[in-house]
């Protein structure tokens, strides 16, 4: 994912801080965007666990680069994607992917 600090445009580093806290922080200056939400815990997401409950409110998406995708309801060609550390330190991280279309903006997962 890209998003790139309001302040000296360098790029956001998405960490997570008080165990289930989530949040963007830039590397080179103090600027810190909370994400009002608390994940799930990290080891806690199973398979079959909906990705509206890892991914809610739409302040992610604000931040979110478009990419192809082809949406598994739709088939629309692109997709809006976040890529979330969910699962253990050291695995790759978990993608997270809404349909740009504005009529089905179906939302769904890989890895
Ligand atoms: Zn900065
Ligand atoms: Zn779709």
Redesign the pocket.
Known sequence: MQAFCPTCANLLMVEFFDLTGLRYACQTCPYVYNVDRKLAKKHSLHSDQKVEDVIGPPEEWELADKTEAC?P??E?GYAFVVNLQISAEGEPPTSFYK?A?GK?S?RWREG
């Open positions: 949406c309801k739709c629309h349909c279309n089905c179906h």
